[in-house]
């Protein structure tokens, strides 16, 4: 959530942002306008406020200089004051109301560091590790090999639950697993993140306090009559986490990382993607999160970053790190990296981790602020990661590890995890 100030203070620049971000600049006018009719009905009723108690006070003395008559004129007075300052209270409350729906569509400001551009074309590619594999035999894609294996079921999945959903058994469910559990070792264990099991059912205060609500409300699969969601990532249950709490500096930076499945309709998305595992509506994903001073999260960012990359980098798959332009980033972002790594099947590299800033962006939202060193509250930064999306990470080693004779050589890391075993075969 935006502060109205920092709109009102600078709005021709904010208005540049979000034109920088797709989106409407004129809205900033009718927040803008809509604030100044809420200043002007606070002031209203505030001098309406004071005249009542004027009256209130003459009232007492002139009852108690027995003129009853004058009195009671007073009182009526009064009476009529408190039905204005009612009405404008009302109409400060749905002024206030109309504002905050206004500004809860607003996404964040970007950046100065962060590149303008419409869309992906405009992205910037900081650096890549690793040089793709090369085949002496056309390499397949994931959604042939893991049905060959007898392990990767699309048909049943669809039967049971409909399109875009996946069933794994056998070798490919316990490589799923064995990713899970390295992924989490290696942020607690090496990193330092501490680990969260966390439901996957959130209320609706949850999902906007993250930015997921009013926006994207489509996306989400919804529970009734609860009126609850099933989390579309467990950044969603991690940065709000601290809802209406207060931290205090000496905690900063928190850490936290967890385990879940994850819930998407991908409305809108259908065409793009829909062969195999990359793009379905249920996917499991490790979640890194952060809490900070608003001065060190530019620096925890780059770590963060840096953290996921590492399980890319143990796995030796290859990938690039790039910097998204105002215009693909995420809603609640001020800066993202994107980490993709390479598919033999695309011939080229595909998303499996975005990193982000969202700066107080969620941390207004969820009213989450921590004490300084001078005693005074602020809001604190928010930011995170996939750590990684765990479904792609296992698309990417089937297509990167197999071999011609349809086996898939377990990555050394992950051995341990799979009983030792140095591949699998059907």
């Known amino acids: 959530m935006l502060d109205v100030k920092i709109l009102r203070q600078n709005t021709e620049e904010i208005k540049k942002a979000m034109e920088s971000r797709n989106e409407d600049p004129r ?36 009852k108690s200089a027995g003129k009853k008559e004058e009195a009671a004129k007073n009182i009526e007075e009064s009476k009529d004051i408190g039905n204005k300052i009612k009405e404008f209270d009302d109409r400060l409350r749905e002024t206030e109301e109309k ?36 085949f002496q035999y056309e390499p397949k894609p994931h959604w042939e090999i893991g049905p060959e294996l007898g392990m990767m079921d699309f048909e049943r999945a669809s039967k049971m639950s409909g399109a875009r959903f996946v069933v794994l058994s ?64 467990a950044e969603v249950f991690l940065a709000g986490m601290h809802k209406d709490e207060i931290l205090e500096e000496s905690e900063l930076p928190k850490k936290y990382c967890a385990y879940s499945a994850c819930f998407r309709r991908e409305a809108g998305s259908y065409g793009k993607d829909v062969r195999g595992m990359i793009r379905v509506h249920q996917f499991d994903k490790v979640e890194l999160v952060k809490y900070t001073k608003p001065e060190d999260s530019f620096n925890e960012l780059e770590k963060l970053t840096n953290d996921a990359e590492s399980i890319l980098r143990e796995l030796d798959l290859p990938y690039r790190k790039i910097l998204l332009c105002t215009g693909d980033m995420g809603f609640g972002a001020a800066k993202t990296y994107d980490l993709e790594v390479w598919l033999p099947s695309y011939k080229s590299y595909k998303e499996i981790s975005s990193c982000s800033n969202d700066t107080d962006f969620q941390a207004r939202r969820a009213n989450i602020r921590y004490r300084n060193k001078e005693n005074k509250l602020e809001y604190l930064h928010t930011l995170n990661g996939s750590g990684l999306a765990v479904g792609r ?13 349809g086996t898939v050589t377990v990555p050394e890391v992950l051995r341990g995890y799979m009983g030792g075993a140095e591949r699998i075969f059907g």
């Not at 004071?50 to 209130?56: F, G, P, T, V, Y």
């Not at 809860?104 to 100065?112: F, K």
């Not at 966390?198 to 009734?224: H, N, S, W």
């Open 27 to 62: 809205q900033i006018d009718k927040i803008i306008a809509l604030d100044e009719k809420r200043r002007e009905f606070i002031q209203k009723a505030d001098e309406l406020k004071a005249k009542r108690n004027q009256l209130s006070k003459a009232v007492a003395k002139l």
């Open 99 to 134: 504002q905050e729906a206004l500004i809860s569509q607003l996404p964040n400001i970007p950046l100065e560091n962060v590149p303008v551009g419409k869309d992906e074309k405009s992205n910037k590619e900081i650096m890549k590790w690793g040089e793709p594999g090369t």
């Open 170 to 233: 056998d070798r490919i469910a316990r490589l799923e697993r064995a990713l899970i559990n390295f992924m989490l070792d290696y942020q607690t264990e090496k990193n330092g993140y501490s680990e969260i099991n966390i439901p996957y059912l959130v209320k609706r205060d949850t999902m906007f306090a993250t930015g997921q609500l009013p926006k994207f409300e489509e996306e989400a699969y919804k529970t009734t009559p609860d009126d609850m969601f099933l989390i579309p990532t």
């Open 393 to 405: 990470t296992l698309v990417a080693i089937l297509e990167n590890y197999q071999n011609k004779d």
